[in-house]
């Protein structure tokens, strides 16, 4: 037990009052001289020195009464181990930045230096431990082997910094110092904790992360700030894409200058690109300018921007362009592909090559020899003989678009879906036009309609439409669109592992406005995605990010520097350098570039008292002085005791303690008038 104020408990020493008030029983001084007395015999008072305490309990309650004011004013709290340093000793964990940042102008040399100094200066009965920082926290030397070998810290700490060098991750220093308080073991207990923290510590850095914990009180953090040179610095980065833009526009670029730079001129061009080619411009001090990307005669694939000195962040890799090929195969004939009222016509015009995607469509009356990514019926009814084979190919993962044309569709849609009760009938003739209702936009095969844009069905008019009457269905069909009239205009099924779609009307001018509104376009795009073929451009990864890897597939992923990595289906592999990465699979082979994070460029330091905003604990120079460490264990005493709150209850006991000596004293006074 420990107290904050422990002068207060000097005022325990009024529990002497009540015992003197107890033994004081001073005979009435006043006499009256009352005539029914003169016949009683006077009795003689008892001598001081002779009397003797009564109502022991009543005493008893009335001086711990006092003491427990006194415990409460005193303010007492109970300090744990950790809390309560036994020797000058400090334990010290070392936070050494080599994020990408620290690449500048000698930096890494100066922290490692610092690292290196702590480390001879520390006394063999300190503790001390360091661990490297960027996007996550690396230990270097732990606080378990300083403790089993102190007197080897500094030849095997250099031995390991020479294996290391600066990263290209962010300053995720919010998730280092979260990592970091839990690094002090049990052999730290007794000692004074503190983290030495060598940083450039620019503006990049992110700290939101700390507002989610509550710092320790007993830990301090010592920033020290290693700053080069010059602060002026351009960077690069990748624009965000303009959605209208189309897929072939040039690279958006984003380039920015620091504050109160002198720099102005910059020169942006391509690797190995002709002089001619590259662009020459001026950024004002602390100004971000929007630019495309100059010509790149030479297909290269890094961008590079001179100008400053600092060039970690003046390098920009972009992705050569790699469409995937896609098989598309329409079963019917190949000779109605010039036929303007056929729908292999329209089809073949709908399916244009974009940044991503290469689709091959091919057109026949038999199955290809190797089964195509996506199949689609439309025009004409398969043999009787051909339906199980459709199924087979549905089954393993196909992805089949059925037109239903005519009542014989029905017996090929009975095998692929199993449901014997579905029928196909001719539309009523009556009918002038149909429209889209109750379509499900948030479905994944009708995904595109979710854009507002496309929302709009009051255009879309179907002159020609077949009845499919489900019966018995249950849930193996779902209708995903329906006519004004009710009757299903698209269904789909899950069937093994592949997806059927069925329409209840053709795109092509004979049957509906489809093919010439915008939305067959995106449709036909939505259901490649739904068939693993997006159109989507690559997103923009970072270093830090995850690859984007088919988690069914097993891949090998090649580094810019050529190390290999084979990865099972399910792994996922993190990027952790800028370049070009190479992610092969049984399906095909791509390049994905990965970029510096653009925080990265934002070099200008921040003060070290903008931790504190986060709660943290800041060592200033006076830690290292008797006083210093007074002042520490004062605010730490304090902050356990506000935590603690140990008064309440001792104020609760006193209370209680009150109310029961109240009803003992009326007690005691009733006894003695009943007696009298």
């Known amino acids: 037990m420990s107290w904050l104020f422990p002068f207060y408990l000097a005022g325990a020493a009024a529990v002497i009052a009540p015992i003197l008030l107890h033994l004081r029983r001073k005979p009435p001084q006043d ?47 109970i300090q744990s181990e950790s809390a309560a340093p036994t020797s000058g000793n400090q334990a010290t964990l070392i936070l050494l930045d080599h994020s990408a940042s620290m690449r500048r102008e000698g930096l890494w040399k100066r922290g490692m230096d610092e690292a290196e100094r702590l480390f001879k200066e520390a006394k063999i009965t300190d503790r001390m431990a360091l661990a490297v920082f960027d996007g996550e926290l690396t230990p270097v030397w732990t606080f378990e082997e300083d403790r089993n070998t102190p007197a080897s810290r500094s030849t ?54 700390l507002r989610t914990i509550a710092w320790p009180a007993e830990l301090t953090l010592k920033v020290q700030r290693l700053d080069p040179a010059t602060n002026d610095n351009f960077s690069i980065a990748l624009a965000a894409r303009d959605e209208e833009a189309k897929a072939d526009t040039l690279v958006r670029l984003r380039l920015s200058n620091t504050r109160e730079s002198a720099l102005r001129d910059f020169t942006l061009a391509w690797q190995k690109a002709p002089q001619a080619e590259a662009i020459s411009a001026q950024i004002p001090a602390g100004a971000s300018r929007i630019f495309s990307a100059p010509p790149n005669s030479t297909n290269a694939t890094l961008l590079a921007l001179s100008g400053d000195k600092h060039d970690f962040d003046n390098r920009l890799y972009i992705a050569p362009p790699q469409p995937r090929a896609v098989r598309i195969h329409f079963l019917g004939d190949e000779a109605t592909r010039d036929e303007a009222a056929a729908p292999l016509y329209y089809l073949a015009r709908a399916l244009q090559p974009t940044a991503t995607l290469a689709p091959v469509l091919t057109a026949a009356k038999e199955m ?89 069905f ?58 010439l509104s915008t939305k067959f376009v995106p449709l036909l795009y939505g259901w490649l995605a739904a068939a693993g073929f997006s159109h989507d451009p690559a997103a923009t990864l970072l270093v830090g990010d995850a690859l984007p890897l088919d988690s069914a597939a097993t891949h090998t992923v090649t580094e810019p520097g050529g190390k290999t990595h084979r990865l099972k289906a399910g792994e996922s592999f993190t990027a952790k350098e800028v370049g070009l990465f190479k992610v092969e699979n049984a399906a095909h082979t791509r390049t994905v570039a990965v970029n510096l994070p653009p925080d990265e460029g934002r070099v200008l330091p921040l003060a070290p008292q903008k931790l504190a905003e986060y709660g943290i604990k800041l060592a200033g120079s006076e830690d290292s002085s008797a006083g210093g460490e007074a002042t520490d264990q004062r605010l ?41």
């Open 31 to 77: 006499r009256v001289e009352f005539s029914t007395l003169m016949f009683l015999d006077a009795s003689t008072p008892v001598p001081v020195s002779k009397r003797r305490l009564e109502n022991w309990l009543l005493l008893l309650l009335r001086c711990l009464a006092l003491i427990l004011l006194a415990l409460m004013f005193a303010r007492p709290f």
């Open 156 to 209: 095997a700490l250099k031995s390991r910094l020479a294996d290391l060098a600066p990263g290209w991750g962010a300053t995720q220093l919010d998730r280092a110092l979260i990592a970091a308080v839990p690094s002090f073991d049990s052999s730290t207990t007794t000692l004074r904790k503190r983290i030495h923290l060598i940083t450039d510590l620019q503006e990049g850095t992110r700290l939101d992360a």
């Open 368 to 456: 290809p020899a190797q089964a195509p990514d996506l199949l689609v019926i439309s025009g004409g009814t398969p043999p009787a003989g051909r339906h199980a084979a459709l199924r087979d190919f549905v089954t393993s993962g196909g992805f089949l678009i059925e037109v239903a044309t005519s009542p014989a569709d029905a017996p090929l849609l009975q095998t692929l879906t199993g449901i014997p009760g579905i029928t196909v009938k001719d539309g009523a003739e009556s009918d002038d036009y149909r429209m889209l209702a109750d379509v499900k936009t948030e479905h994944p095969l009708l995904r595109p309609f979710g854009d507002p844009k496309l929302r709009d």
């Open 458 to 515: 009051t255009k879309l008019r179907f002159w020609k439409h077949r009845q499919i009457e489900l019966k018995d269905a249950g849930d193996k069909l779902e209708t995903l669109a329906k006519f004004d009239n009710g009757l299903p205009a698209i269904l789909s099924a899950r069937i093994g592992k592949g997806t059927l779609v069925v329409l209840a009307s053709g795109w092509h001018p004979g049957d509906s406005q489809f093919a």
């Open 636 to 676: 730490t005493s304090t902050d356990t005791e506000q935590r603690q709150q140990t008064w309440w209850y001792v104020l609760l006991v006193l209370l209680a303690v009150l109310l029961l000596e109240t009803w003992f004293a009326g007690r005691a006074r009733q006894t003695v008038l009943q007696t009298a």
